[in-house]
Structure formats: C-alpha cells, structure tokens
C-alpha cells in the first residue's frame, strides 16, 4: 500500500492578517489587503506550503450578507493574490454565532473558533502534517483553535506578514 505523502500548511486567519480588520466586510472593495501578505504568501509557496485560510465569518449568520456573497469576496480575494502570483489553496468560515445568529445561524458550532472544526476539515481534507505546519493569528480564539489540534501557533505581529514569516523558522 502506497503512503500518503502529508503536506506543510500555513493557516491563516482572515480578518487582522490579511486584510485590515474594521468590522464587517460587506463587499469586495471593503477588503484592504495588509502590507507583506501576498509577498509572504508567494514565499511560502515557493516553499510547499499550502495556504488555508481559518476564518469567523458570523456576517453571514447576523444576516448582514448571504454565504453567497461572503463566497464572491473570497472569490475576489484569491483572485488578488494569484494577479500577484500568490496561491491561496482553501477557505474555510464559519457562519454560526451562538448569540448573534439569526434562524439556523444561531448556534454553537464546532468550526466556530475557538473551536478547531475548520482546521480539522481542512487538515483532512489536504493531507496536512501537523508537525510541519503553523498558523497565525491575531486572536485568542485563533491561538486556542490552533492548540485544540495541536498546530504551531504564531501571533500576528505589527510588522508586515513578510517580515513575520522570514523570522519563522521554517521547515
């Protein structure tokens, strides 16, 4: 029987990492992406990492935009990144809030961060090694969702995400 070759991930958070966090995004143009990130991207890439993205997106369970436009914007932005030769391989969010949602959005959910549902769908989904990959945050719930399945974890610092990821060690 022939072995799965695991992969290296970087997970990322969306909001605060790689675009500016000031509160709910409702449409592409809303979207500033954060200095460094598509060169730190790029690297990494040149580097076999995969990128993923782990993301919160309660926006769609407070009725503020539809999965279907929360999916165009990230559409859009991996758009942005491969115009700038950076690939972003998958996007996981999470739409539920236990006490904003609205309907069936209002719940608790195992993929809501802190939670590490998305990362353990994503680490299935892609063959990921969990020894070679990290993820960076800008959260609590980012670092404990990163903890719950046993992944580096790495705080978003105020310098840009090249800088950042040059300082990682990587393997």
């Not at 809501?112 to 719930?141: C, H, V, Y």
Request: proline share 2%; aromatic share 10%.
């Amino acid at each position: 029987m022939e072995k799965i070759k695991l992969k290296k991930c970087c997970f990322l958070d969306r909001d605060g990492v790689i675009n500016k966090n000031y509160g709910h995004i409702k449409h592409e143009d809303e979207l500033k992406i954060l200095n460094g990130v598509p060169k730190a991207i790029k690297y990494l890439n040149s580097k076999k990492y995969i990128i993923i993205i782990i993301t919160n997106q309660s926006v769609v369970g407070r009725g503020i935009i539809t999965t279907r436009k929360l999916n165009s914007i990230h559409k859009y932005l991996v758009t942005v990144f491969k115009k700038k030769g950076a690939k972003i391989n998958d996007i996981f969010f999470c739409p539920y809030h236990p006490e904003f949602g609205i309907g069936k959005f209002k719940k608790k959910s195992k993929d809501r961060k802190p939670n590490n549902g998305m990362l353990e769908k994503a680490i299935k989904k892609w063959n990921i090694d969990r020894t070679q990959s990290f993820m960076i945050g800008d959260q609590k719930t980012d670092y404990l969702c990163a903890r719950k399945s046993r992944i580096k974890f790495f705080y978003k610092k105020k310098i840009n995400l090249f800088k950042q990821i040059m300082s990682i060690k990587l393997v």
